[in-house]
Structure formats: C-alpha cells, structure tokens
C-alpha cells in the first residue's frame, strides 16, 4: 500500500513542526505589521488594527447574521462522515474501515452520516442541517499548510495576502476590532488575515489587560489610556481601538458560561465560548475555531474504536451544544465546517488513509435547506491512489453563505470567481 508507519509518523511531523512555524511566522509577521497595521497584544488575547482605524471604532449593530466557520484540520476523511453507501468501490476500497450500510443515518438512498453525528438528527430533522459532497480546491494540493493557506486566502494568484474573512469583514458596517474573532488560540488562521481589525483569543475569559484580577480596580487601565491618549500614529490608533473593544467585549464576559453544558474536549470549550459571544451580542459577525487533527494515516479505526469514532463523536456533541445554547439567537448563526483537503478512496495498511482531495463540507443553522446532501459526487475510482474527484468549488458554497447571509459583494470576497449554484443556502 501507499503508506507505512514510517511515512505516518514523517508527515505528522512535518505536520507538527510546520504548525509551530507557522505560529511563530505569524507571530513575527503580526508582530511587525506597523507599516500596514498594527497587532496590539493584552493578556492572552491579540487584535490586530489596520492604521486607518478610528480612534473610536464604530461597532456592528447587534442582531446582524453570524457565521461561525469551523476548520476541521489535518484533512478528515469527508467518505467516513458522510458515506457513499450505494457505490460498491466504497466497500472494496476499505474492507477494515468501512462503515456498515446498516448503521448509517438519515440515508437517501446515495449517502448516509457515519453514526457518531447522532446528535446532529434532530438539527437535520428540522431542515437545519446539510451536506455537501465532492468540494474542494481547484486542483489537488497534498500538503496541509499549503492547502489550508489556498483555501482560507481563496483568492489564487492574489497579489496581497488577505484572508476570505477579512475581505468579507471589510463589506460590512462599522470598523469594530469585534467584527471577526478567532477562538482557540493568538494566532489567526489566514482566512482573518488582513487590514480589517480583528480579535483573537484562548477564550472568553481570556479578552482582558496582563495583571488584571479581582482586586484591581480599573487604574490600571485608566492609566494606560491616559498614556496613549495622545499618541499619534498607527500604534496610537491601534492602542486606543484596543482599549475600546476590550470595553465593548465585556457583555459577552458577563454572558453565562455553559461550558458545563458541552461535551469535554477543545471544541465543546471553544463553541461555548463562541455561543457565550454571541449571546453577548457585542457586534461580531465572524467567528472562526478549529477542530483536530483529522490527519488519520493510521488508526482511522472501525465504528468500535479509532481516531474517526472519537473525532465525529466530539465534533456532532459539541455543535449540537452550540446550536442548543444559542436559544433565540440560533436564527441569525450559520455554521460551516470544511477541511483543507480529503483523503484517498482506498485504505492503506494501518486501518488509515493518505491524503486526497475531493471532501464534503457540512453546514448548519440560519438559511440552510437543510435535511438534504448536495453536490454531484462522480462514482469512486479503483485503486490505492485514487481520490475523491471535485465536483464542487468549495467557494460556490462560501458564495451562497456570503450573498444569502450578509448581503456582501461575491466578487469582493472572491475576486475573480464566477460560482456555481449548489441550492444549499435559501
């Protein structure tokens, strides 16, 4: 077979070291922004400010659609969550892996969900659940970083780096740090990556000035705005924007935590976190969080034990929470999942699978035609080295969100690309 141990254990590592270089090129890159903006960094959250920002930001009108894009990272297997059951190759490519016909959901007669997204049924039940099959770039790309930095910039051969979010950031009113936040981590993914002022952070709790605790009384940052007051320049602008929007992120502070409420893993935390801001209705209208790693070359495993079992049980518990706390409000948020790229038809000799292309995107909530799989999967070819072929640019889906959603120019979040019509977002 295409793949040992051996070549596992190499592309893990390179996987594990590309993602400290990326953290730390980010960090730099970030970091020393001050000609075309400007990162302000306070306790253990960032934002970064473009230096045309106001010294009073003008903040989003709650009340306005959120969308909340869920990276599933490290390539899931888009065959496992949702299963092409009638095509026979399926069943032969994966004679230790495949999942039984007889134990998939919400069945069509084409496709069924893997039995971990149970939690998911009553969503799909209600028309606010869908799937769509064979997405993905434009053409193949293997390696992860490079595949994660083509989707979430999804502007190829773009000049300027300058992430989809960011672009769709830049179509809506107001120029609030709060519009877009990145939950999990001070890092932000491409997709956030741009002039447009942005937020991240480890968590709710975590938005706040270092040394802050229950014992100061607010002179601390009374002091620290008096410095800056009447600083010029881009770093000024940024330090001011920064004391503002820590201000008007303290509703979602005060919202009620019910984290207890989530299954225990990053992404329970991470959503609770994110239903936690939305409650807070502080203005954001983009929220970004990652969930992983997908990366299975080995012990993928069968529906009793394995990385899938236990990563579709976490992902389907936490975003059924998700939609569960956001009570009245679950009618402005729509979710999207999607990972950088899918994985090969055939599994390889450590109940894994290597990497392909062609993957399935899920989305949930608010203008979703839900109930429903979308998309033209062509039948799976034979072979150890076969993929998912891409029928669907996963942009044409972005689109549907982004025009169906908030009301923002296609052509300026995705210069250049005429979509197709996938039917998934009313």
Avoid at 177 to 205: I, K, Q, Y
Avoid at 211 to 232: H, N, T
Avoid at 245 to 253: D, G
Avoid at 257 to 268: E, I, M, N, V
Wanted: with cysteine.
């Amino acid at each position: 077979m295409t793949s040992s141990t051996e070549s596992r254990q190499t592309c893990c590592a390179e996987f594990a070291t590309r993602a400290r270089a990326r953290h730390l090129g980010r960090r730099a890159v970030l970091g020393g922004a001050l000609a075309g903006g400007v990162t302000a960094t306070f306790g253990s959250a960032v934002l970064t400010a473009s230096p045309a920002l106001a010294a009073s930001p003008v903040s989003r009108s709650g009340g306005g659609s959120v969308l909340v894009v869920l990276s599933l990272r490290g390539a899931a297997d888009g065959l496992s969550l949702v299963v092409p059951y009638t095509d026979p190759v399926y069943y032969a490519a994966r004679p230790a892996i495949a999942i039984p016909r007889e134990r998939l959901l919400a069945t069509d007669g084409t496709f069924g969900l893997h039995p971990e997204l149970a939690p998911l049924l009553p969503l799909w039940r209600a028309g606010e659940l869908a799937a769509v099959h064979a997405t993905g770039l434009p053409a193949p790309n293997r390696s992860h970083f490079s595949a994660m930095e083509e989707v979430e910039d999804a502007d190829p051969g773009g000049a300027a780096r300058v992430g989809w979010l960011n672009r769709l950031l830049g179509g809506l009113p107001g120029t609030s740090g709060l519009e877009g936040f990145n939950l999990g981590g001070g890092v932000l993914p491409t997709s956030l990556v741009g002039p447009e002022p942005v937020m991240a952070g480890r968590d709710v709790d975590a938005v706040g000035f270092a040394g802050q605790d229950e014992w100061d009384d607010g002179s601390r940052v009374a002091s620290l705005r008096r410095l800056w007051s009447g600083q010029g320049g881009a770093l000024g602008a940024a330090m001011r924007s920064t004391f503002d929007s820590v201000a008007a992120f303290q509703p979602a502070k005060d919202a009620v935590d019910r984290r207890g409420q989530y299954p225990d893993s990053d992404l329970g935390r991470a959503l609770a976190g994110a239903a936690r801001i939305i409650r807070g209705d502080v203005g954001v209208g983009v929220l970004t969080v990652d969930h992983g790693s997908w990366d299975m070359h080995a012990g993928l495993g069968t529906l009793e034990w394995g990385d899938m079992r236990t990563n579709a049980r976490e992902l389907a518990g936490a975003v059924a929470s998700f939609f569960t706390d956001l009570g009245s409000r679950r009618d402005r948020v729509t979710l999207v999942a999607l990972s950088e790229f899918g994985r090969r038809v055939a599994e390889n000799g450590n109940y894994g699978l290597d990497h392909g292309y062609g993957n399935v995107m899920l989305l949930a909530g608010a203008g979703v035609r839900g109930g429903r799989y979308y998309g033209r999967m062509l039948p799976l070819a034979r072979g150890e080295d076969a993929d998912v072929t891409v029928t669907t640019d996963y942009r044409s889906v972005l689109s549907e969100v982004v025009t169906r959603r908030f009301a923002v120019s296609r052509a300026a979040v995705f210069p250049g690309f005429q979509p197709e019509a996938v039917g998934v977002m009313a």
